[in-house]
């Protein structure tokens, strides 16, 4: 019986839901929302947080101070909450209100910001703003888009629980947002797992892989600023996801009982598109990384007059559709 005496303790994250049924290949979705933050970015803040606690750049009564579109936020807001340091987090207009209101609960300040910067749009913006309140307040900057601890955590955990559950796996698709879930697992496959293809998972109108910016507006992949932790040696591919396709994704897993998050719908509609063009049953097992859960989406992707207003009723239309048509058996 597992007895935990702080929240960032727990994380189940050895699940994996077979997909085949509804993929009509073999697709393994490798979950990891299953813990108090909600997200596999309570991975990457325990991982930065302990580091700076071994630097000493955190102390008691520290105040932790971090830009993040949503998940890292709740997932730092209770980390600091447990280990008693004070958390501000700079976040934009895009993050969801369900994560707003959890960062609240858990004792954050939360800064949204709404202008974007001229050259680097909303994450330039956030960035800004967080050095300010670090010279301004003496804050303590995690800085997860440059902090090796960030990768470190997936290296350490997510790759080789993937290698250790499917030995024999072709190919892992992984979601590129700050690229430290990417950068770890793709680390550890490479050096453990030669013969694993790595996908990166972005979103249509981030600039991560050199792609031109585009509006954005569902939090989480995706970014502004091409990422310092990325390493294009250990990518062997990229699959843009416009985010039309994210809702549809989202839409169809809860016609199999699943309510995931919009980087999980990414993610998952990356994988297929990918998997259709390629011989799926010469490379063996793809595995597939969800993030999160829909819980924080209910607003947004899974809100009928929001999916309208942005990407048009035919959505609607499409997804209701499908889901009399069925999945893929």
Request: one cysteine or more; proline letters at 5%; hydrophobic letters at 40%.
């Amino acid at each position: 019986m597992p007895i935990i005496t702080a929240p960032q303790d727990f994380n189940t994250d050895d699940l994996f839901v077979d997909l085949r049924r509804f993929a009509g290949r073999p697709l393994f979705l490798k979950c990891e929302g299953f813990n108090f933050a909600g997200s596999i970015k309570i991975k990457a803040a325990r991982s930065m947080v302990a580091a700076a606690e071994r630097r000493g750049d955190l102390r008691p009564g520290s105040t932790l101070v971090e830009s993040s579109s949503g998940n890292l936020g709740v997932a730092l807001s209770l980390v600091a909450a447990s280990s008693g340091y004070r958390f501000v987090c700079v976040t934009d207009s895009r993050c969801t209100l369900g994560a707003r209101q959890l960062m609240e609960t858990l004792g954050a300040e939360v800064r949204i910001v709404t202008e974007p910067h001229p050259e680097h749009g909303l994450l330039g913006a956030r960035i800004e703003l967080v050095k300010r309140l670090c010279a301004e307040h003496g804050h303590v900057w995690l800085n997860q888009y440059e902090n090796p601890g960030n990768w470190r955590a997936h290296y350490e955990t997510t790759g080789p629980q993937i290698a250790e559950g499917f030995p024999d796996a072709g190919v892992v698709f992984i979601g590129a947002g700050t690229t430290g879930t990417l950068m770890g697992c793709a680390r550890y496959l490479r050096e453990h797992r030669p013969g694993t293809r790595v996908v990166a998972i972005d979103t249509v109108g981030s600039v991560t892989f050199g792609t031109p910016p585009a509006r954005r507006m569902i939090p989480g992949l995706g970014t502004g600023i091409r990422p310092p932790l990325l390493d294009l040696s250990y990518v062997d591919d990229v699959v843009h996801v416009a985010e039309a396709d994210t809702v549809r994704a989202c839409r169809a897993l809860t016609g199999e009982g699943f309510c995931f998050g919009g980087s999980t719908g990414t993610v998952v509609s990356g994988a297929l598109t990918w998997l259709a063009e390629h011989d799926h049953e010469a490379l063996g097992p793809a595995v597939a990384i969800a993030p999160d859960l829909g819980d924080r989406y209910l607003d947004t992707v899974y809100h009928d007059q929001w999916v309208a207003d942005l990407y048009g009723e035919e959505l609607l239309e499409d997804d209701a559709a499908s889901r009399l048509a069925g999945p893929v058996r």
